[in-house]
């Protein structure tokens, strides 16, 4: 009489095998895609004038972005608007900036302007990090004047 397991049985190992590693990918790779919910994206920057920068970002992610309630009051190098946050990373302070749509919710791949009086000592560039969730920044340089 021959020993070993069954065919049967050796069919269901390999299936309880391969669900087991099918979970854990899956379990790996969703903190990845949780990531990319609330995520903005460059889509143009420029200045207008001598002096204006303007940029104009994306919600590429799968939910809205929660802009606040009222509109977002912009001093010093940093505002909170919302699930937004837009610092001023250059050294100088926000002048006149604003955002549009100012409040309400951005909605998936809708756009949002930023725009900011650029005045800054020696060469005009200002340089602005926008930050939404918990993903990356989005870093925009703006040559002015």
Request: with cysteine; proline share 3%.
């Amino acid at each position: 009489m021959r020993k070993g397991i069954t065919p049967i049985i050796a069919i269901i190992i390999l299936l309880l095998i391969t669900i087991g590693l099918a979970a854990t990918a899956w379990t790996y790779l969703s903190g990845f895609l949780i990531t990319y919910t609330k995520s903005i994206s460059l889509v143009d920057s420029y200045c207008t004038g001598a002096n204006t920068s303007n940029v104009i970002l994306r919600n590429s992610g799968t939910e809205s972005i929660a802009l606040g309630s009222a509109a977002c009051s912009f001093s010093g190098t940093s505002a909170t608007c919302g699930a937004l946050t837009i610092t001023r990373t250059d050294g100088g302070t926000f002048n006149g900036a604003s955002i549009n749509p100012s409040s309400g919710n951005l909605g998936t791949q809708a756009t949002l302007t930023f725009r900011d009086i650029c005045t800054t000592a020696g060469p005009t560039v200002c340089t602005y990090r926008f930050i939404t969730g918990g993903t990356g920044a989005t870093v925009v340089s703006i040559p002015c004047g």
